[in-house]
């Protein structure tokens, strides 16, 4: 009895990891690491851009309303398609022009925040609900470029919270889910999208469940999780040393209904270390 062993007793009652376990762990750790990867890339990407627009030469800055065609709207009133292609196409030159006199390595442009921002907003949401391939896929591209153009000045000058709302409800279409999300990448990176007001201001009442689960307005579950994935980028990128205890954490403390748990339900538990991160928890 003198030579008994408490830690041989503790042994043999700690559960053994299994086989599927411990790869299911080595390929989580994997992911990890690629995802640490790809966000430092991005990291780096961005940073280097926002460094290009702060050093932007006067010279270089585009005034877009002085130079543009007036009656944006008219032109994209009718109910031919191609005019509003063209009127699309034309700040996608401004821009252009812009990015082309940047000395800088990275081609950047810059856009001088002043004029009716707001209202050519909103004539372009009409044109990202377009049905037709072109008008809609041009309103994103010139949204991406007044993002990289106006950076911080894009969310109060374009009304961000209602561009967020257009780019979300047009997220119902299955074939323009991976526009839209390339849209929502480009408007985060360029710092047009604060994650602060993202996630106090727009996002909450989608990424909730809905109280009626036959409200045809209620967002599909395959788009809050694109949402929930988005948002989990947009972290990475802000922070490009993610820690995965969080993570490991989430599993216990934290589950939302509001993704199915077929498939994206085990995604989910992949991304929760985004909402602990966002909830402060």
């Given at each position: 009895?003198?030579?008994f062993?408490?830690?041989?007793?503790?042994?043999?009652?700690?559960?053994?990891?299994?086989?599927?376990?411990?790869?299911?762990?080595?390929?989580?750790?994997?992911?990890?690491?690629?995802?640490?990867?790809?966000?430092?890339?991005?990291?780096?990407?961005?940073?280097?851009?926002?460094?290009?627009?702060?050093?932007?030469?006067?010279?270089?800055?585009?005034?877009?309303?002085?130079?543009l065609?007036?009656?944006?709207?008219?032109?994209?009133?009718?109910?031919?398609?191609?005019?509003?292609?063209?009127?699309?196409?034309?700040?996608?030159?401004?821009?252009?022009?812009?990015?082309?006199?940047n000395?800088?390595?990275?081609?950047?442009?810059?856009?001088?925040?002043?004029?009716?921002?707001?209202?050519?907003?909103?004539?372009l949401?009409?044109?990202?609900e377009?049905?037709?391939?072109?008008?809609?896929?041009?309103?994103?591209?010139?949204?991406?470029?007044?993002?990289r153009?106006?950076?911080?000045?894009?969310?109060?000058?374009?009304?961000?919270?209602?561009?967020?709302?257009?780019?979300?409800?047009?997220?119902?279409?299955k074939?323009?889910?991976?526009?839209?999300?390339?849209?929502l990448?480009?408007?985060?990176?360029?710092?047009?999208?604060?994650?602060?007001?993202?996630?106090?201001?727009?996002?909450?009442?989608?990424?909730?469940?809905?109280?009626?689960?036959n409200?045809p307005?209620?967002?599909?579950?395959?788009?809050?999780?694109?949402?929930?994935?988005?948002?989990?980028?947009?972290?990475?990128r802000?922070?490009?040393?993610?820690?995965p205890?969080?993570?490991?954490?989430?599993?216990?403390?934290?589950?939302?209904?509001?993704?199915?748990?077929?498939?994206?339900?085990?995604?989910?538990a992949?991304?929760?270390?985004?909402?602990?991160?966002?909830?402060?928890?």
């Amino acid at each position: 009895d003198g030579d008994f062993d408490q830690g041989s007793v503790e042994s043999i009652g700690a559960p053994r990891e299994t086989r599927i376990q411990a790869e299911r762990r080595a390929a989580a750790a994997a992911a990890l690491a690629v995802r640490s990867a790809e966000a430092l890339e991005c990291f780096a990407r961005d940073e280097a851009e926002t460094e290009a627009w702060t050093k932007c030469p006067p010279s270089a800055v585009a005034d877009l309303f002085a130079v543009l065609t007036p009656g944006f709207g008219n032109r994209t009133s009718g109910t031919s398609w191609y005019p509003k292609k063209e009127a699309c196409e034309e700040i996608l030159e401004v821009c252009a022009w812009s990015a082309g006199l940047n000395s800088s390595s990275v081609p950047t442009p810059k856009l001088r925040p002043r004029g009716k921002y707001g209202r050519l907003s909103s004539e372009l949401v009409s044109l990202l609900e377009h049905p037709h391939h072109h008008v809609h896929t041009h309103a994103a591209m010139v949204y991406v470029e007044l993002a990289r153009g106006l950076r911080g000045h894009f969310f109060d000058q374009c009304d961000g919270a209602q561009v967020l709302e257009a780019v979300v409800l047009r997220m119902r279409a299955k074939k323009l889910r991976p526009l839209m999300h390339r849209l929502l990448d480009a408007l985060f990176s360029t710092g047009a999208l604060p994650l602060e007001h993202v996630v106090d201001q727009s996002l909450p009442n989608h990424l909730m469940p809905p109280r009626d689960p036959n409200d045809p307005h209620a967002l599909p579950p395959p788009v809050r999780l694109g949402l929930y994935e988005w948002l989990l980028r947009c972290v990475e990128r802000s922070d490009p040393h993610p820690d995965p205890r969080p993570h490991l954490a989430a599993r216990a403390r934290f589950h939302s209904p509001a993704l199915p748990s077929d498939g994206g339900g085990r995604r989910l538990a992949r991304d929760t270390k985004l909402k602990l991160r966002l909830l402060g928890l």
